[in-house]
């Protein structure tokens, strides 16, 4: 069956602080990954996806980045955190055009 | 742009009642709509989906409902739990790979 990881669970970062958030998934090939960030009782944002290894959009502009740097690993990265990139980033995984499965999540707050 | 929305953010029922979450959406091109629950620092959780070539689905204890002429989707939850506590999300795709979500409709089950 399919697994999916995040870590950390829960992290507090400085302002300025580089980030990165590694999420992997088990039990399937050439998954889409994605990227979502939720601020305290929001929706969910799309911030990137990858269809394959090194492919990476980008949905919204910000301070993050993400890499693929093989099939089932997801990277989202900061080289300096802002106050407003605290919140909660989901990672998500689909084979189809069908459910995306989520992973725990982590929670970032950043000080 | 195209979104996706929800009429009641908060809805409060009795234990043993049924409960109706609402979810509106723009884009008359999905054909892909899914519904998500999500528990308190957890990620989203597949509760049950809906193909534009139906109107109606059931599941255990949910059904989901969906209206193509007025782009307006709904769950319900029969004999409602404490344990169906939790924020509920609708998200639409025009099967893209890329899903759009609701902000959120928190169901909040008294005893």
């Known amino acids: 069956s399919q697994t999916i990881h995040q870590w950390p669970a829960t992290l507090v970062q400085p302002v300025g602080s580089p980030l990165s958030l590694e999420c992997t998934v088990e039990?399937?090939?050439?998954?889409?990954l994605y990227w979502y960030r939720q601020a305290a009782g929001r929706g969910l944002q799309l911030l990137f996806y990858s269809v394959g290894i090194g492919q990476i959009s980008s949905e919204v502009p910000q301070n993050l980045s993400a890499s693929r740097p093989q099939d089932r690993q997801f990277i989202l990265s900061s080289k300096k955190l802002l106050l407003s990139d605290s919140g909660f980033y989901l990672c998500a995984w689909t084979t189809s055009y069908n459910e995306q499965f989520f992973g725990p999540g982590t929670r970032l707050t950043v000080l | 742009g195209e979104s996706v929305g929800l009429h009641l953010p908060t809805l409060s029922v009795q234990e043993g009642d049924n409960s109706i979450i609402n979810c509106a959406y723009s884009?008359?091109?999905?054909?892909?709509f899914i519904w998500y629950k999500q528990e308190s620092g957890k990620g989203p959780q597949f509760i049950i989906d809906?193909?534009?070539?139906?109107d109606k689905r059931q599941g255990q204890r949910v059904t989901v409902l969906l209206n193509k002429t007025v782009k307006h989707l709904s769950l319900q939850i029969a004999a409602t739990q404490p344990g169906d506590s939790a924020v509920y999300f609708c998200?639409?795709?025009?099967?893209?790979?890329?899903?759009?979500f609701g902000k959120g409709t928190l169901l909040t089950v008294n005893p």
């Open positions: 998200a639409e795709t025009p099967s893209n790979y890329k899903l759009t």
């Open positions: 884009n008359s091109a999905s054909d892909y």
């Open positions: 809906i193909r534009s070539n139906m």
């Open positions: 039990g399937t090939s050439n998954p889409n």
